[in-house]
């Protein structure tokens, strides 16, 4: 009997140990009854999520766990504790804590908080033309927001104040604790960038949403009362429409646009890098000699402020400002390519290598240089600028037949209707890659293996390979191998290319030597 009872203690304690640590989903954490209360409300549980702030509540901790793949987000709030975690937008977290819920809200009060992965990944934003539950907790985009009622915005603390883009109004909440208290009203038209929230006291909690924009530059274009801006806000394509001379239209214009970086800054004594948007469509950045307090990072989302012009073709701004808008961004993926024209301009793009026309064009001496190439599928001309500023400036040949190049396409042209002179700019090591097995050159039957390895390979084919070639990522030829005995024990750790020849062509596989 007494065996009985501690065993049945001992389940009891487990049973209670399981349901202090249940994991769910975000979505299962949101789900609630007729009345909008919790299913779940009380229950110790743990989310796992990415972190939206700022931090709202200095002394404590408020800020948005989001779930990307879902779209929907839950409030972390604690009272006057930060659980010991400094919040990091992206950051991708596991909370530990009870689920409660104020006036509507749904949130977690955590007891511990774990950085499973440090921010990166910025999705996205959903754009929403009025605020519901869905939004609640989630960061969402509000466009062609005009004021209500200007009077409503107060030079300093918390306030409310009502939006509308013509057809819906919501309600704004502009915290103390972020840098938009104490500024001027913004006027005209805008889009407004927040965390969705609710401010409810009665069932069945649904309504009182309201969204928290977090820092002044979530109001864009922020246009602030008594002042007229200069610059007209465009979109990217409005920036790349030329007329038929290939010139801008809105050449010599003021123009503001906001976008992200992609590359790197190719002028140190000044700048000159391209900003992309979503669909793959650029511009350039140039100045000659100022920096204007800013210092290049791929996956910055800035806002420049500046005037339109172009250079032999290249559109590009020549800014007066630019603004930081955030950090860590996705890049495009670069489309693939078979030829150069004006669609390639300042886009990021790849193509894969049939030969190089010129061995001897590839200088590798530190200078800027130009290589010609021809394209695998069409043998169209391939033109790739090596700027002196980048890694394979001073770097031997990678060869032709079999490799990949990566990066952003340029022009110069300096004749009317400059419709010619396109290139691809590598920005990186990284920008070179290998052809991978489904563009294959040698069409027989190969194996490799085994894949991953931790000191050799072997090879199997229907024909017997004339040679075996080791080479780094970086295309640099490492070793010569006999096909009977390849082996990877004197290298380090890490991803290698191996180009088996035949007569009849040559195979390229990526392998890992662990």
Not at 296 to 323: A, M
Not at 350 to 365: K, N, S, Y
């Amino acid at each position: 009997m007494k065996q009985t009872l501690l065993f049945l203690l001992f389940f009891l304690l487990t049973l209670s140990s399981s349901f202090a640590q249940t994991e769910i989903t975000i979505e299962q954490a949101r789900e609630a009854d007729a009345d909008g209360v919790l299913v779940r409300l009380d229950e110790e549980v743990v989310l796992e999520g990415k972190a939206i702030g700022p931090n709202f509540r200095p002394d404590g901790q408020t800020f948005a766990l989001i779930d990307i793949n879902s779209g929907i987000g839950i409030t972390v709030f604690s009272l006057d504790s930060d659980v010991g975690y400094a919040v990091n937008d992206y950051d991708n977290l596991r909370v530990t804590g009870k689920l409660t819920q104020f006036n509507g809200l749904a949130e977690i009060e955590p007891t511990s908080i774990e950085v499973l992965a440090p921010g990166g990944f910025n999705p996205s934003l959903p754009l929403v033309s009025d605020l519901d539950e869905s939004t609640e907790s989630y960061l969402v985009v509000y466009k062609d927001a005009t004021l209500v009622d200007p009077t409503q915005w107060q030079d300093s603390g918390s306030f409310n104040v009502d939006v509308t883009n013509g057809t819906t109004t919501i309600q704004v909440r502009i915290d103390s604790d972020t840098d938009i208290t104490g500024m001027p009203a913004p006027t005209g038209s805008f889009s407004i960038t927040g965390i969705g929230g609710q401010f409810d006291q009665d069932a069945p909690f649904d309504s009182g949403y309201q969204l928290f924009p977090r820092s002044i530059m979530d109001i864009d274009p922020y246009n602030p009362a008594g002042t007229t801006s200069i610059y007209t806000r465009v979109t990217m394509d409005q920036i790349r429409e030329n007329d038929a001379d290939g010139v801008p239209v809105m050449n010599e214009d003021k123009v503001e646009i906001t976008s992200t970086v992609h590359g790197i800054n190719l002028r140190p004594a000044g700048l000159q890098f391209t900003i992309i948007n979503e669909n793959n469509v650029g511009v350039g950045i140039f100045s000659q000699t100022e920096q204007l307090s800013y210092t290049v990072q791929e996956g910055d989302r800035i806002t420049v402020q500046g005037t339109l012009g172009h250079f032999n073709g290249l559109t590009q701004i020549t800014p007066d400002s630019i603004t930081l808008v955030s950090q860590n961004n996705p890049l495009v993926q670069p489309r693939e390519v078979t030829q150069l024209d004006e669609s390639t301009e300042s886009s990021l793009i790849t193509f894969f290598v049939g030969d190089i026309v010129d061995p001897a064009e590839w200088l590798g001496d530190g200078s800027s240089f130009n290589v010609n190439y021809l394209d695998a599928n069409s043998s169209n001309n391939m033109l790739v600028r090596i700027d002196s500023d980048t890694y394979w400036a001073d770097q031997s040949s990678p060869g032709g037949a079999g490799i990949i190049w990566t990066g952003i396409g340029g022009q110069f042209d300096n004749t009317a209707a400059h419709d010619e002179g396109y290139q691809l700019l590598p920005r990186y090591q990284e920008d070179l890659g290998f052809w991978l097995s489904t563009y294959d050159m040698y069409q027989g039957a190969v194996k490799i293996f085994p894949n991953p390895t931790t000191a050799a390979i072997t090879i199997s084919s229907d024909q017997i390979p004339q040679s075996v070639e080791v080479y780094g990522l970086d295309g640099k030829l490492l070793k010569l191998a006999s096909p009977s005995s390849v082996s990877l024990e004197d290298l380090q750790s890490g991803i290698y290319m191996i180009k088996v020849q035949f007569d009849e062509g040559a195979y390229f596989q990526r392998v890992i030597k662990q």
